[in-house]
Nanobody, 121 residues
């Protein structure tokens, strides 16, 4: 059984900061890429940022220069530091991991339950 548990969401004023965390736990053999997605009401889920096991990163254009993704491989944890937040960043943020569980021969996508981020103007 593998779980991704997010924390750190909340309500913040525009221009403020939040830090999201996501810890993967359970019978994990290996983790490749980890990332953060978000889904605003009435919109499709979109990639916010991703990071490989080697530390290479990828960001959506809308968050470049404001958000920073990082990970601690020893703790199977990925972080998203969000600065200069805007009302349009309001969404449910989901953690994603491309990981291989013990007893499985390949990687699968796993998702967290989501954490709400609300930015007031």
């Amino acid at each position: 059984q593998v779980q991704l548990v997010e924390s750190g969401g909340g309500l913040v004023q525009a221009g403020g900061s939040l830090r999201l965390s996501c810890a993967a736990s359970g019978s994990i053999f290996s983790i490749n890429a980890m990332g953060w997605y978000r889904q605003a009401p009435g919109k499709q889920r979109e990639l916010v940022a991703a990071i490989t096991s080697g530390g290479s990163t990828n960001y959506a254009d809308s968050v470049k220069g404001r958000f920073t993704i990082s990970r601690d491989n020893a703790k199977n944890t990925v972080y998203l530091q969000m600065n200069s937040l805007k009302p349009e960043d309001t969404a449910v943020y989901y953690c994603n991991a491309d990981l291989r569980a013990l007893g499985y021969g390949r990687e699968y996508d796993y998702w967290g339950q989501g954490t709400q981020v609300t930015v007031s103007s």
